[in-house]
């Protein structure tokens, strides 16, 4: 069993970048990078990649992302920086104190290439690059179509925006999370979940690579888990930290995936996990489960580390990359 | 429950009926009070805490007054000495620690508190606050205070083995601060729980906590809840069997016809009713607000009515949230007139209402 300590990215500004950021007005300057952002603050957001990168690194986390800093409007990022996007309200972002611009989509949704600079920029600074993006149902799911006939196209025509973005970089990734949190808070009609499970296909065939579909804030239903389970993934990711029960149960009554990503940190409490917590998780996860190998054991926080103090952060990834250093025996 | 209200009808108040006026809390900070914080900020500058308590008070003394002048019943003092409504509290309760700043949204953030001990009641938080504004007020003068339920929501929870826990917890520090406001002469204490308007499920827990830190105030003290932004449909009946006077909602912004949940005849408390939109820079003129006092004339009788703005007002230009408390007291004052003339028929316009909505 190969354990690989990773994140799901949507990481914390660090202090001294939010700090410069906090001055500028949101998105006033003049666009150089077509995602309306000034110089400066593309500046600002370099910096940013460069400084996670680092500290992903130090901890010694198996796998490294591009930290996500940027998207201000969290997982609906890739659309509202898109041209045929507007911004909507702001919305609260899942069950959270949290707030987003909703995107309205009001025209066609080509190939934008935000995903892919980011990405590529990350690929520069790292050999072990881990993409995040959201799921397509959950990207559908944060967005308001103005534009596509109905929700059928309006899923098809998101995962294949995604899928588009991912395609060019496909070669420099290591593997691919899709973080779908819709999936559970506000789950597809049952005669939907085809569709969903096909969308996700169509996102994560772009990239060869293993994918992963990971959820949070409790765990799919039944129906919808073995759909996924259809999807061409070599992983699903389940919350431990607010469902291990439901989740534990589907994997006994269900399987599973080749692979597993597992949330084991809490992503919104500051309480920091120590490395022996974190592999007293996992084992609890192993013996709970018939299941006797996974191929790969992904060893995560449950949600996007973007709630904690850069301090808290920085402490969760140096247990997530303590707790892989050495195999999980067997204690039966 | 009414017994707790006539005491803030003033001495010369010019009507026979009485629509009670006041404010929720925060008001918009002058300018200068801002800068006497980056001063007392600044290490290079000779500004110390004096410096900045004498500010602070000259802004509280500013802005009680100002409530009095725009002729509220009940004023506040616009919680100049806060910054924010649960890091304000968490600096005061042992047990709390700052980690640091976290994102909201875009590029706000806030400073979300940890509970990392349990909670504990130590100095007072508002003692001082309360009795400030009273000795310049010549109106009596209301207290608000953030909520357990939020205090804990709106937290990291590091302690406890539940949210609701820490949010009896709380509660039961809470207890104690009232106790201390209630000693200190306050007789008007608002609890601000806007995160129950997301979560409305968490009724019960909301109940429980106002029971421990509320339910057994002197009859004289009027309590007041807020909940902000809410579908109130979702709370209602069941924060009937709450231990307050008043529920104070947001309703100036609402196109929905909230007002509807409060005309059932069963609903046990006065209504505080929002009647200027607190995140509009528009002053609404006193005829629209009269017509929507008259909204609210049309779920309780005059006497279970109490009228302000639908929350703090501190994000307003500050002669904007004037201008909307002086026509909230002058469209109170005008209907007060207008039921004392009988041209207005309070009793008709609930028959009218409760007709509809049997209909």
Redesign the interface.
Same mark, same amino acid.
């Given at each position: 069993m190969d354990l690989r300590a990773t994140t799901v990215g949507l990481f914390p500004l660090p202090d001294e970048q939010r700090a410069r950021l906090v001055g500028m007005d949101r998105r006033g300057g003049e666009s150089e990078n077509g995602a309306g952002e000034s110089g400066d603050e593309t500046a600002v957001f370099d910096a940013a990649r460069k400084g996670v990168i680092a500290v992903q690194e130090d901890a010694g986390l198996d796998l490294v992302v591009e930290g996500q800093t940027r998207w201000e409007d969290v997982l609906a990022h890739p659309l509202s920086v898109h041209e045929n996007v507007s911004p909507g309200g702001v919305v609260r972002y899942y069950d959270n104190n949290n707030f987003y611009r909703e995107p309205v989509v009001v025209g066609e949704l080509g190939p934008s290439g935000d995903l892919a600079a980011d990405l590529g920029a990350a690929g520069e600074l790292t050999d072990r690059l881990q993409a995040v993006v959201p799921g397509p149902y959950s990207l559908a799911d944060l967005a308001r179509n103005e534009y596509y006939v109905d929700d059928v196209a309006f899923l098809d025509a998101v995962a294949e925006f995604l899928a588009g973005e991912l395609a060019s970089v496909s070669a420099s990734v290591e593997c691919v999370f899709l973080l779908d949190p819709s999936l559970v808070t506000n789950p597809p009609d049952d005669d939907a979940h085809e569709r969903v499970s096909e969308a996700v296909d169509a996102v994560a065939r772009a990239v060869d690579a293993p994918a992963v579909v990971h959820t949070c804030w409790g765990a799919p239903g039944e129906k919808l888990h073995a759909h996924l389970l259809d999807a061409d993934v070599s992983a699903l990711g389940y919350d431990l930290v607010s469902a291990h029960e439901e989740a534990t149960y589907l994997v006994q009554e269900y399987g599973t995936a080749e692979s597993v990503s597992l949330g084991l940190v809490d992503g919104q409490n500051t309480l920091v996990e120590d490395a022996e917590t974190i592999r007293e998780r996992l084992r609890w996860f192993r013996e709970s489960v018939p299941v006797s190998e996974f191929e790969t054991v992904y060893v995560t926080p449950n949600t996007g580390l973007f709630y904690l103090p850069v301090s808290r952060f920085e402490a969760k990834l140096r247990s997530l990359g303590d707790a892989t250093e050495r195999p999980i025996e067997a204690t039966r | 429950m009414t017994d707790a209200r006539e005491q803030f009808r003033p001495a010369d108040h010019p009507n026979e009926h009485f629509l009670l006026t006041t404010a929720v809390g925060s008001y918009p900070k002058p300018a200068w009070l801002t800068r006497a914080r980056e001063l007392h900020a600044d290490d290079d500058a000779d500004f110390d805490d004096a410096d900045l308590a004498e500010a602070t008070e000259d802004a509280c003394r500013l802005v009680t007054r100002e409530h009095e002048r725009a002729g509220l019943d009940v004023v506040v003092d616009g919680e100049m000495r806060r910054q924010e409504m649960v890091a304000f509290f968490a600096e005061r309760i042992p047990g709390y620690e700052f980690?640091?700043?976290?994102?909201? %949204?875009?590029?706000n953030?806030v400073d979300?508190p940890?509970v990392v001990d349990p909670v504990s009641y130590d100095e007072p938080w508002l003692r001082e606050e309360y009795a400030f504004a009273a000795s310049v007020a010549t109106r009596p003068v209301k207290v608000a205070i953030t909520g357990p339920y939020t205090l804990a929501? %709106?937290s990291?929870?590091?302690a406890y083995d539940t949210e609701a826990d820490l949010a009896y917890a709380l509660a039961d520090v809470l207890r104690e601060e009232v106790e201390t406001l209630v000693e200190a002469g306050a007789r008007y204490v608002q609890i601000d729980e806007p995160?129950l308007a997301?979560?409305p499920a968490d009724h019960a827990v909301v109940g429980e906590c106002l029971e421990r830190a509320v339910g057994d105030v002197p009859a004289d003290v009027r309590v007041a809840l807020h909940v902000c932004y809410g579908d109130y449909a979702q709370l209602y009946p069941e924060i009937n069997d709450y231990p307050i006077d008043e529920f104070d909602v947001e309703l100036a912004s609402d196109e929905g016809g909230q007002i509807d949940v409060f005309a059932d005849p069963d609903f046990a408390h006065d209504l505080a009713l929002g009647v200027v939109d607190a995140h509009s820079p528009r002053v609404e003129s006193v005829a629209e607000i009269k017509s929507d006092v008259l909204e609210g004339l049309s779920a309780v009788p005059p006497d279970r009515l109490t009228l302000g703005p639908d929350c703090g007002l501190k994000l307003l230009p500050r002669d904007v949230a004037y201008a909307k408390l002086e026509n909230v007291v002058t469209a109170a004052r005008e209907v007060e007139a207008e039921l004392d003339r009988g041209e207005i028929d309070a009793t008709a316009l609930r028959e009218d209402a409760a007709r509809t909505l049997d209909d």
């Open positions: - | 980690a640091g700043p976290v994102k909201v %949204w875009g590029r953030y979300k940890s929501s %709106w990291f929870n590091e995160a997301a979560t």
